[in-house]
């Protein structure tokens, strides 16, 4: 995945290079996390890693493919036995000579090309649909764009006000939060232990968001509610569109979401030690308000983009677990083999 790191300071001719076929491994942690970070590298144009990682390549790809290699890494088996014999340290880490040591089933190059080319061939059709999905995100936020440049903006405030229900009866106890990438996610808190009368209700197609914006990946957390209605922190803050006939709350998500309303958000955040985009900046905000007409169209194609992402996580779920299926034939039919003289 691309890095998050700022490199603007950073010595990049320490790094080290990964090419298409090589994989990319990093020894630590892996029995905490229960995780071999084992990675093949399949771009065409090289890329830098850390030099805290190590570059791995097989050493004669006429006896072991890269692919079918990589294949057998992806088992959650070969995840749980990494953790079993990674090292007693504090980064409890799968040092290269026990990596080494761990042995897979190598059949002939001929069935690993067969293994390889049915997942390889699943996986081409899951991307291709993923990547249908950018097509769709683009009309989305072109829409939203031309309608900035074109409609004259009004004043949210004037659309929305704040809910203060509170969960007196304790007839709820869906207790919610807010991450940054602007969903509800279930807490992690123990609602045995909480006092639930004091917070706040949101219902289906009302907002919450947290004010505070330092120190939050300069994101803000917005979110609206689709489902059950859910109990959020009473410091967080709910409202609604007051009329749904004028201004559909779909609508209004879609100009949340978007990244420059992020930076919008953080640039108007105030405060010292901590610094919040409180209601009153939430009520400055300026936006294209379209005829509703308008508003629904842009809305339905959201919802296909959103229906069209669930079926694409749906399939990845679905191809994942066929890596173990397709390895338990081959380690039921052959010796297994150390990796020790197939890699370097």
């Known amino acids: 995945m691309p890095s998050v790191a700022n490199t603007s300071e950073t010595d990049l001719s320490k790094y080290k290079i990964i090419q298409k076929g090589q994989f990319a491994y990093s020894a630590m942690q892996v029995g905490r996390d229960e995780t071999i970070r084992i990675a093949l590298y399949i771009d065409d144009e090289p890329a830098i890693i850390s030099p805290a990682y190590l570059v791995i390549e097989v050493n004669d790809k006429s006896e072991l493919l890269p692919e079918?290699?990589?294949?057998?890494?992806?088992?959650?088996?070969?995840?749980?036995?990494g953790w079993f014999i990674s090292d007693s340290s504090v980064r409890a880490s799968l040092?290269?000579?026990?990596?080494?040591?761990?042995?897979?089933?190598?059949?002939?190059?001929?069935?690993?090309?067969?293994?390889?080319?049915?997942?390889?061939?699943l996986m081409s059709n899951q991307k291709v649909y993923e990547n249908s999905l950018t097509d769709l995100q683009l009309i989305c936020d072109t829409y939203i764009e031309n309608l900035i440049k074109t409609e004259e903006p009004k004043v949210l405030g004037e659309y929305i006000e704040q809910s203060d229900e509170r969960n007196n009866d304790l007839l709820i106890d869906n207790l919610i939060g807010i991450s940054v990438n602007k969903v509800f996610m279930e807490t992690k808190s123990n609602k045995e232990r909480l006092d639930l009368s004091n917070y706040k209700i949101v219902r289906p197609r009302e907002f919450g968001y947290v004010s505070v914006t330092s120190r939050n990946g300069e994101k803000i957390s917005i979110a609206l509610l689709d489902d059950e209605a859910g109990l959020v922190s009473s410091t967080y803050t709910v409202f609604k569109v007051k009329d749904t006939t004028e201004l559909l709350p779909e609508y209004l998500f879609l100009f949340f979401k978007r990244s420059e309303f992020d930076r919008y958000a953080r640039f108007h955040s105030w405060g010292s030690a901590r610094e919040t985009f409180d209601w009153a900046d939430m009520c400055n905000v300026k936006l294209p308000i379209p005829d509703i007409k308008v508003q629904e169209a842009i809305v339905t194609i959201y919802h296909t983009l959103e229906t069209r992402k669930r079926i694409n996580e749906q399939l990845k779920n679905t191809i994942k677990p066929l890596c173990p299926v397709l390895m338990r034939g081959v380690v039921a039919s052959l010796n297994v083999k150390p990796l020790k003289a197939k890699i370097l």
């Open 95 to 121: 040092d290269w000579e026990r990596l080494c040591d761990i042995e897979i089933p190598i059949p002939d190059i001929d069935e690993q090309q067969k293994f390889v080319a049915l997942y390889s061939g």
């Open 68 to 81: 079918y290699m990589m294949m057998w890494f992806q088992r959650p088996e070969s995840d749980r036995y």
